[in-house]
């Protein structure tokens, strides 16, 4: 396959749309993990059928949070490494192909950051729905809640914030209001684990399309190269410019 034109517009687009994309996740995120500091707390007023109503605790003893954290670090690195960095790199990837008709030893250098970024973006969309998935389908038993009224937390299971708080909409509260607030902010945290899947695809249509473009780089000026020559780029350049192809 061989591209006349540079895909420096489209990898400046498919940038753009990942920051976007990266800054909704960390809001998404923070503003999750701002409910787990507030109202997330509780107590939430619980109201049985068949007994006195009491407060239930507002966290479970066991609430399991690295998958957030690794989550924010994918959005900050995509942000911050791709976006920014990224901007910078297209930059001086213009004006070197401008002025020396040649790429910028930043741009390859960034080459290898989308990389790492796009894998780490990987390992938080494994790492949260595997989490979700084992850590899914649980109830909340009301004797032990009763059991074990605020300040102290609820002591059965591991729990994910969202799993925690479906667990806790399928009590029946007494309040519609803190149902609302609780159902809004479950929605929340559903909402930044689902949006890690167009991450992760933005990340390898990114990835894609510098690695073409840098191949594309390389076999303007010289014979076929491997990925590692490409990343590794102007650092080293192949001693036999256009002689014998092996
Ligand atoms: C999330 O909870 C906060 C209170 O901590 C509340 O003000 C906000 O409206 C809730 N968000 C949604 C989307 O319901």
């Known amino acids: 396959m061989r591209l006349r034109h540079s895909l420096l517009l489209p990898i400046g687009l498919c940038l753009f749309l990942l920051a976007v994309d ?11 993990v701002s409910f787990l500091h507030h109202n997330g707390r509780g107590p939430f007023a619980v109201a049985p059928a068949d007994g006195s109503p009491f407060p239930l605790t507002g966290l479970p003893a066991n609430l399991v949070v690295d998958q957030g954290h690794t989550a924010n670090a994918a959005g900050g690195t995509a942000l911050i490494l791709i976006g920014f960095g990224g901007s910078i790199a297209l930059w001086l990837e213009r004006r070197s192909r401008k002025k020396w008709d040649r ?20 390992v938080a969309l494994i790492y949260t729905f595997v989490e979700t998935a ?3 389908g649980q109830v909340i038993d009301l004797s032990v809640a009763r059991a ?5 937390r609820y002591p059965d299971g591991r729990w994910t914030p969202e799993n925690w708080y479906a667990a806790v909409l399928d009590l029946p509260l007494a309040s519609a209001a803190q149902r609302r607030v609780i159902n809004g902010n479950l929605t929340i945290m559903r909402a930044w684990r689902w949006n890690l899947v167009p991450l992760f695809i933005l990340g390898f249509i990114l990835l894609s399309l510098v690695v073409v473009e840098l191949l594309r780089m390389r076999r303007r000026d010289a014979q076929p190269v491997s990925m590692v020559e490409v990343l590794a780029g102007p650092f080293k350049r192949p001693s036999s410019r256009g ?3 092996h």
Do not use: Q
Not at 109 to 121: C, D, G
């Open 148 to 152: 074990n009224p605020p300040p102290a």
């Open 134 to 136: 084992k850590t899914g």
């Open 103 to 122: 790429s910028s030893p930043f741009f390859h250098i960034w080459a290898v950051f989308v990389l790492l970024s796009w894998l780490l973006t990987m």
């Open 22 to 32: 990266a800054a909704i996740t960390m809001g998404l995120v923070s503003s999750m």
């Open 243 to 245: 002689g014998v192809v």
